[in-house]
């Protein structure tokens, strides 16, 4: 019988300079540049995405509020998700769970970036 090591992800940034602690806010003295936003995510003035990362409102949505070093982290993130739930990007239900993830980690409360490892192996996709 193998024993397996299970890594739970608390959190995927740490705080740096370009990364600051979570609700840091902008004082009223700093004005975004054209190339920037100020990230619904991080709380604090980004480079804006240069494009949509998807084709329909959830990607203009995430380029209007999301900063391109928090889509980074999503992106790793999503990674962590395909790998730890087996999905397959290609399956519909997969694609709908992904979205959802990206609606709670991006745009919403950001508690979903746990990954709950008592489901794994459990869900049927």
Known sequence: ???RTVLEVTEIRAPSPLNPIVGESM???EELR???IHCHRCDAP?????????RNERGTT?????????????LQHQTLLI??????????????FLYSQVDEV????????????????????
């Open 83 to 96: 790998n730890h739930y087996g999905l397959d990007p290609r399956d519909p239900k997969s694609r709908e």
């Open 62 to 74: 995430i380029q209007e509020r999301i900063c391109r070093i928090c889509w980074g982290e999503w």
């Open 46 to 54: 980004r480079p804006r995405l240069e494009k949509p990362p998807f």
């Open 106 to 125: 991006l745009l919403g409360d950001g508690k979903a970036e746990r990954v709950d490892t008592s489901k794994e192996g459990t869900i049927e996709w």
């Open 34 to 36: 054209d190339d920037e």
């Open 27 to 29: 004082t009223d003295s």
């Open 1 to 3: 019988m193998s024993q």
